[in-house]
């Protein structure tokens, strides 16, 4: 291989070469040659040069201070705007408080309702032998719908976030929240472990009630919940250990508690109770006797 001459190397480059238009047009190569010309003779004759320097310096002033104006306009709305925005968040919580006890009431009541048409139903019933079969029918056919009260020993499970004193970075920042979704996933293990009735913070189940997320709140039969959630499962503690235990739910909670540390505890409970769920609507009906 023949080795390049000294001579044969590139010249130097320029740093600013690829530069090159904004630096001519910046020391004003690019300028018309006409407009050159007419500078020449303006400096020959002794003429005022451009004022291009006091109206570039007048421009920047004028922008700074309307740039400076419309900021202080600005700062002085948001201030304005502050107290508005607290009081209309402070009167949207106070409705809020107002309706959500307007809405208990409406409960409470419900359920006196309910508990007296219960018991002159039983009673209308009684009077007859037709009368005590319907109503064990119905009796059946409420604790199926979740439509009666219903007590009895039962196994609880605790489920709640990651504590918030993990130290920053740790996978509970992201993760370490109980969402819909695992509510999901231990209530249906539960009805597949056996359990005969199931509540979560005292909220009745029923087979078509929704599990759901609203923002960061878990609705439930869409009624939010706060945490921590305790389910209610009702059935023999023992029984519904040993079946729930190994499972695919019980997996799935473990796994969450020791990456994510989330709490997730089993304690048995004795004379455990669960009101009625909501009203049930009817979808199906036929005549007696047909």
Known sequence: MIAPREDDDPPARRPDASMSLLADLFSGKLLDHGYAEAAARRAAAGGPGPARGRLRGGGVLLVLVLAGTLIAVAGAEVRRGEP?????????????????????????????????????????LARSEDGRRARRDLALAG?????????????????????HDEPEGHPADAGGRVYDQDLQVLVNGLWAAGAAAIGVNGQRLTPATAIRAAGEAILVDYRPLGRPYEVTALGDPGRLRDAFSGSSADRRLRALHERFKIRYDTRRSSGASLPAAGAVRLRYAREAGR
């Open 84 to 124: 508005v925005a607290a009081g209309q968040r402070s009167r949207l919580v106070d409705a809020i408080h107002a309706r959500t006890a307007e809405t208990d009431g409406l409960q409470r009541r419900l359920d006196r309702l309910r508990a007296e048409t219960e018991r002159r139903r039983a009673a209308a």
């Open 143 to 163: 604790a199926a719908a979740a439509a009666a009260p219903a007590t009895g020993d039962a196994l609880v499970v605790t489920l709640d976030d990651a504590p």
